[in-house]
């Protein structure tokens, strides 16, 4: 797995996505991304509407270049792509009300009004940037909890988010829920390799 990889974005998702009509795909790839690109334009400073707004155009924007971006982990990873696509609308924003852009961390070349939304910088020059990593990351796990959380009964993830993504105690979730503590371990188990499993599946299946 390479380095700029870590998170995940499933090879088949792209190749459905490529297809205009199939919106179970885009409806799954908008679920999977668009917190990841909401965060990261309000943390550059962008009110919530704006923020929506980039979340927009960012999705307009895929659906527009997906057909030229190729996978190439050597060259650009979609990871990458997906960045420099959400840096540039959250400039654009900024560039409309006549603000300068002092919180993100832009890629080397400017982008003019006229310049292709795919044409990305030479890859060694865009640095790493560790915020867009972590929220990455982070996303991923939101991602995979969401699946699962479908997938078990409302009681078994209220135990397991109680005692595991809470941290409280095993005492404090059966008194909280009225459950007993075989189950809350019991959800802990499954959840939790439930869990293991959706992220094991996300991470095989990456560009």
Not at 81 to 88: A, D, F, P, S, Y
Not at 158 to 164: E, L, N, W
């Amino acid at each position: 797995m390479q380095p700029d990889d870590q998170f995940p974005t499933r090879r088949s998702l792209l190749s459905r996505l490529k297809q205009w009509d199939d919106q179970e795909s885009w409806r799954d790839f908008f679920n999977t991304y668009w917190r990841l690109i909401y965060t990261t334009a309000r943390r550059a400073g962008l009110s919530e509407p704006d923020a929506e707004d980039v979340v927009q155009e960012t999705v307009v924007a895929v659906t527009k270049k997906l057909h030229d971006f190729k996978y190439d982990p050597a060259n650009c990873s979609f990871k990458t792509w997906l960045r420099v696509l959400t840096e540039r609308r959250i400039a654009d924003h900024y560039r409309k009300v006549g603000r300068q852009v002092a919180t993100v961390a832009l890629a080397a070349r400017e982008e003019t009004s006229t310049e292709p939304l795919e044409a990305l910088p030479d890859p060694a020059s865009i640095e790493a940037d560790s915020r867009w990593d972590e929220e990455w990351e982070q996303n991923l796990l939101r991602a995979a909890v969401e699946r699962v959380q479908q997938k078990v009964s409302a009681l078994t993830f209220q135990a397991y988010d109680y005692h595991v993504l809470q941290g409280q105690t095993v005492a404090q979730t059966c008194k909280a829920l009225g459950v007993s503590a075989g189950k809350v371990y019991l959800a802990k188990l499954r959840v939790g390799k439930m869990l293991k499993r959706e992220v094991a599946e996300l991470k095989e299946k990456l560009v």
